[in-house]
């Protein structure tokens, strides 16, 4: 864009000069008083777009806006048959095996998913009655939660605890390290925390070192965490907390890339039992690239239902080690065990039959396991 200055003795002078020289269609972009007169600073519009690509723009835009509403549309149709499918299925379902549907409304409620529900009525044998059957599938639910079945921080070893903020990582790493300085002593004991982020961390863990009277490192920009764990060589016990952070944040990628590259760290998930499966599963997404080997399940005196976790637990197969129920340390953890977690998932079931079932959400789960109803969806819109 080309810039001219015009000087005259008055505005109209000035505008006479902008005009002869740059035409009728002139852009005046400043004007300021001078000695003398005023200054003028214009240049040549632009040229006027060409008409048919100003009208083929809108005609995309106006195709493009069409084409979009159609395709919301043909998702609601698709939406409201698949949810009308979705009835029909479990109608039938209901109908033709009502002790198994009534099942199925047992585990909903304890918030296990459809995939789970739909795997352990497959695995029922017969059943003469409905509390029969009900045994049978809670038989098969604790043989189907993968656990490690063994204590293995009493053993030794280099263990991290991931998981989102909140998880309770640091408690949990105070209750498994005061439990190993109460039967063995603290002296081959080390707590680390990768979490750089937050000072607050660093002053929790100090604090429980000097509790406990065990050492304690900081991973930062002049300790790696390779170097911290050499130093610690020696010591039979390694606890290491890090940081509950956003998946993409650079922090906890780099977590996650030094820790991939210690194989010799046990690294577990802890795992909320408070948490919707939504945030479970997206903590399980963003730390399972450094290779998780077990889970700990913790807040279970706070939870309304445990399903969302074992649910999480049986898809991916992932043991659980330990379970937390509590603030007290070290008391409020134990191993866990099948038929443990269960119990304590049928009885949190029992306190939610209370509530209305949502049918919508029993409907909607049944007819996501249900052969074809997707693709009959689909193919009716074709």
Request: proline content about 4%.
């Amino acid at each position: 864009m080309q810039l001219k200055k015009f000087v005259a003795k008055d505005m109209r002078s000035a505008l006479t000069q902008v005009r002869d020289a740059l035409g009728e269609d002139a852009a005046i972009l400043s004007t300021r008083s001078v000695t003398g007169g005023v200054e003028v600073v214009a240049t040549q519009s632009p040229p006027a777009p060409d008409k048919a690509a100003a009208q083929a723009a809108v005609d995309d835009s106006v195709s493009k806006a069409e084409f979009g509403a159609m395709r919301s549309e043909l998702n609601s149709i698709r939406s409201l048959l698949q949810q009308r499918l979705n009835g029909l299925a479990w109608d039938q379902f209901a109908r033709q095996t009502p002790a198994q549907a009534a099942i199925w409304e047992r585990l909903s409620t304890m918030g296990l998913p459809g995939s789970v529900n739909r795997r352990l009525l497959d695995q029922a044998g017969q059943a003469r009655t409905l509390e029969q059957l009900w045994r049978q599938v809670l038989a098969t639910l604790s043989k189907i939660i993968p656990v490690a079945g063994e204590d293995l921080v009493e053993q030794g070893g280099i263990f991290a605890l991931l998981g989102p903020t909140g998880a309770g990582k640091t408690t949990t790493i105070a209750k498994l390290a005061t439990r190993y300085v109460l039967r063995h002593g603290a002296e081959e004991v080390a707590l680390v925390t990768t979490d750089s982020f937050r000072l607050a961390a660093h002053e929790q863990l100090r604090t429980l070192g000097r509790i406990l009277g065990v050492s304690v490192r900081i991973v930062d920009n002049q300790h790696s965490l390779a170097e911290t764990l050499e130093s610690l060589s020696h010591k039979k016990l390694v606890l290491i907390d890090t940081a509950g952070l956003p998946s993409r944040h650079p922090e906890q990628m780099r977590q996650l890339t030094e820790l991939q590259a210690q194989p010799q760290v046990h690294k577990w998930l802890v795992l909320p039992s408070t948490t919707q499966a939504q945030v479970l599963n997206a903590a399980w997404k963003s730390c399972s690239t450094a290779a998780i080997s077990g889970c700990i399940l913790t807040h279970l005196d706070e939870a309304c239902v445990m399903g969302e976790a074992l649910g999480l637990c049986i898809e991916r197969q992932l043991p659980v080690v330990y379970e937390t129920f509590g603030q007290s340390i070290p008391d409020d953890l134990s191993l866990a065990t099948g038929q443990a977690l269960v119990k304590r998932a049928v009885a949190l079931g029992r306190a939610q039959a209370a509530i209305p079932v949502d049918r919508n959400r029993v409907v909607n789960e049944y007819g996501s396991q249900a052969a074809g109803n997707t693709a009959l969806a689909n193919r009716a819109l074709m």
